[in-house]
């Protein structure tokens, strides 16, 4: 995972998250899935069940503002503490 990333996840407010698959490495401040075994426990099932609808909800948000706004079809290509300020 960029060092950058990882440095803005660690520096979140407390409450607040970043979504993300199973594909990252589990971090205070990133909500990933349960995998394996784990996601066999009805709770751990539960909690996927949730992050999933929440990422649906994310990436139909993310879908309606680049309809919105074209210039967000195309890479920033900036430093990743300045993306927030660009958007």
């Known amino acids: 995972m960029c060092t950058d990333l990882v440095k803005v ?17 589990l971090l205070e ?16 099932d539960a909690f996927n069940f949730h ?16 309809r919105k706004f074209g210039i967000l079809k195309t890479n920033i290509e900036c430093n990743l503490h300045k993306t927030p300020k660009i958007i």
Do not use: W
């Open 9 to 25: 996840i660690k520096n979140l407010p407390k409450g607040c998250y970043f979504v993300g698959d199973a594909a990252y490495i």
């Open 29 to 44: 401040g990133l909500l990933v899935p349960f995998t394996g075994s784990q996601k066999r426990h009805p709770q751990n």
């Open 51 to 66: 992050l999933s609808q929440m990422r649906i909800r994310i990436e139909m948000a993310f879908g309606r503002l680049v």
